[in-house]
């Protein structure tokens, strides 16, 4: 079975860090482009950030660039997501997401990602 299991999740006071982590199992991902998604009550699903299956190749939500940092492990089957100066605006659940192998490009678009995780929550306390 194919999963992709989010962890780090957790409460955090304004001005505070997190790190996020996303292993992938089931299937290896280490050709995928992976990414982060993140969806807060009432809002739409939005980007946060992506990385390519080499980690040459990443991209950020303007709300979040100099703050978040994707990364990507060695086995390419585990990417990490490095939140740092979180504020209460950045309260969501935060969803690990992975392209198609045959998508070599990272995407901005939730419709660009066909495998997700079942998310973990972040909530910042101002």
């Known amino acids: 079975q194919v999963q992709l299991v989010e962890s780090g999740g957790g409460l955090v006071q304004h001005g505070g860090s997190l790190r996020l982590s996303c292993a992938a199992s089931?299937?290896?991902?280490?050709?995928?482009?992976m990414g982060w998604f993140r969806q807060a009550p009432g809002k739409e699903r939005e980007f946060v950030a992506a990385i390519n299956w080499s980690g040459d190749s990443t991209a950020y939500a303007d709300s979040v660039k100099g703050r978040f940092t994707i990364s990507r492990a060695s086995d390419k089957n585990t990417i990490f997501l490095q939140m740092n100066s979180l504020n209460p605006e950045d309260t969501a659940v935060y969803y690990c997401t992975a392209r198609g192998p045959e998508y070599l490009n990272v995407d901005m678009s939730f419709r660009g990602y066909h495998f997700w995780g079942q998310g973990t929550q972040v909530t910042v306390s101002s």
């Open positions: 089931g299937r290896s991902f280490s050709r995928n482009v």
